[in-house]
């Protein structure tokens, strides 16, 4: 998808589509009104008379709402130069933010796109920061644009060509274009994250992981490495390891360097994903049904490799250290048993109760690592736990830390980034649940609390680095297809940890 500039008057621009923003002014909740004539007030937001003129009759009507990702479609309308006027629904206007404008965006891409449209011009809301805003229309257009469709035969490319995007401003404004190169970079690296995720295990092994972040690296000009089986035998990762020897395919430890120039030696930040391309459960074997989606296990890891894609491109003057921990996670004559002491790399002994908690064990060593190649402050990604889906379902992803001021500074960027997710406790006392009676640690705490206790394990081998751990089980794959964004894989988590870099760079 390009994207374009503009800073035309709307009613000027000949385009296939005009997209604008509807919000209701009124004062109370539709169908809350006790008795009363319902007070809502649709106004269309933009300072445009001629487009607001060109959807006064279609208002003056009451068919429009203005509900969050309602669409209405005027052809040929009045005065306009665009051959169609899409207003789109952003709800009540005093909860109007770029949250809801992103998603805006996304709804208008997938309203158009089975329509045969393939380009149209998105004018931004008046009332939000110019910046933001744009930044939104643009990230939501990339998001509303993917399909996972890849395998089908009869597959029709329903891609928007380009997305204008009318600002207020001029050319010469720095801020603006800025904002719109890094939106395209934030929207395309979270796509290439989705694309990895939506491949199956049978085209998304370990290797070919390694492979794509290897391809993706020497695009943008990052450092990466890649270890096999060898390498992490040699690093005496015996929690990795424990995993990965129960496949007939390789695992693949992938370093991704992002080291500019001028950055500080400290801090770096590390990015600890988890990779596991396909999660049978191992001996400890999960039930058939639903099996296959467990080939999105290895989304957190796919967020790492989005994320370094854009902070290669973006540039943020900071060492960053991007690990991933790649395995399949299989039941064979090779593989781990219940009971199994395994030793990870920090030395920590851990007694596998569940071949099934096999994302923690990567991770501890992946998080070793990190630290002893100097990382400072480190954040992982993974699909972690079913608990975290019980906890907090599919609309938020779970966030926990062992550090205020880093949670803080993550808190801000999720606002940024307009992602979801939602801070869980770590408390003492839960470590109770993973203690055990032949070695350090058990690899399972057990049903209560399991996102808790996952992440109580993994704070065992980030020890006293600022660590966040973000829990993605429950958001990375759509259940659902919404107005806005594709069933599928979500790339969550990519925008917040590109945003918490940059942030990061700038306040360190
Ligand atoms: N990959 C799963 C977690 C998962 C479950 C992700 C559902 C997405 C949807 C993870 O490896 C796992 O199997 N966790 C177990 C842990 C248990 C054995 C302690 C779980 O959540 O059941
Ligand atoms: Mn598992
Ligand atoms: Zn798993």
């Known amino acids: 998808m390009k994207t374009k500039l503009s800073f035309a008057n709307p009613a000027e621009v000949e385009t296939e589509c005009l997209a604008v923003v509807v919000l209701d002014r009124g004062e ?47 052809h040929r309308p009045a005065k306009l130069k665009a051959k169609r006027l899409l207003l789109i629904g952003g709800g009540k206007a005093k909860n109007f933010s770029t949250f809801e404008l992103r998603r805006m965006s996304g709804t208008a891409v997938r309203f158009l796109k089975p329509k045969g449209v393939r380009s149209f011009t998105f004018v931004v809301p008046d009332n939000l920061p110019a910046e933001d805003a744009l930044k939104a229309v643009v990230e939501g257009g990339f998001v509303g644009d993917f399909d996972p469709d890849t395998y089908k035969s009869d597959r029709k490319d329903q891609k928007i060509d380009t ?14 274009q800025r904002a719109m190169n890094e939106a395209c970079i934030m929207g395309e690296s979270q796509n290439f994250t989705r694309e990895l995720v939506n491949e199956p295990s049978n085209r998304m092994t370990p290797t ?36 990965a020897q129960g496949s007939d395919e390789p695992p693949a430890l992938i370093v991704m360097r992002h080291e500019p120039a001028g950055a500080p030696e400290k801090p770096v930040l590390g990015l ?52 991933v921990c790649a395995s399949e996670n299989m039941p064979s004559g090779h593989a781990q048993k219940p009971g199994d002491v395994q030793i990870a790399m920090s030395g920590k002994s851990i007694e596998i ?11 501890a060593d992946g998080l070793h690592y990190a630290r002893q190649l100097g990382c400072t402050h480190l954040v992982d990604a993974a699909t972690l736990t079913g608990a975290v889906v019980v906890a907090l379902g599919y609309v938020n992803a779970g966030v926990f830390a062992n550090d205020e001021q880093m949670y803080e500074r993550f808190r801000q960027a999720l606002n940024r980034a307009g992602e979801k997710m939602w801070r869980m406790p770590l408390d003492e006392e839960y470590k109770e649940s993973i203690r055990s009676g032949i070695a350090d640690i058990v690899n399972s705490g057990g049903r209560w609390g399991g996102a808790v206790t996952a992440a109580m394990f993994l704070k065992e081998f980030a020890e006293d680095t600022p660590w966040l751990h973000l829990d993605i089980a429950g958001t990375a794959w759509m259940e659902d297809n919404k107005s806005w964004i594709a069933k599928g894989p979500s790339g969550i988590a990519v925008r917040s940890l590109v945003e918490f870099a940059k942030n990061f760079a700038d306040g360190a």
Do not use: H
């Not at 106004?43 to 209405?72: L, M, P």
């Not at 997305?163 to 603006?176: C, E, M, S």
């Not at 794509?212 to 390891?241: H, N, P, T």
């Not at 988890?274 to 001996?283: A, N, P, S, V």
């Open 163 to 176: 997305l204008t995007v009318i600002a207020k401003g001029n050319q010469a404004d720095a801020g603006l």
């Open 28 to 74: 109370k909740d539709r169908g809350e009104d006790r008795g009363e004539k319902d007070k809502s007030d649709v106004v269309i937001d933009t300072s445009a008379n001629a487009v607001r003129e060109a959807a006064a009759e279609i208002i003056a009507s009451g068919e429009v709402s203005g509900k969050i990702f309602e669409t209405n479609m005027l």
């Open 272 to 323: 600890v994903g988890k990779g596991i391309t396909f999660d049978t459960g191992g001996i400890s074997i999960k039930p058939a049904d639903g099996m296959e989606k467990m080939k999105y296990d290895m989304a957190g890891g796919a967020a790492m490799i989005g994320a370094m894609r854009a902070i290669a491109l973006l540039k943020p003057k900071i060492k960053v250290i991007g690990i």
């Open 353 to 363: 109760i569940n071949t099934d908690a096999e994302g923690r064990l990567v991770l």
């Open 208 to 243: 070919m992981l390694a492979d794509r972040a290897r391809a993706m690296s020497q695009e943008v000009g990052l450092k990466c490495e890649i270890y096999g089986a060898d390498k992490i035998r040699e690093l005496k990762m015996g929690a990795f390891w424990s995993v």
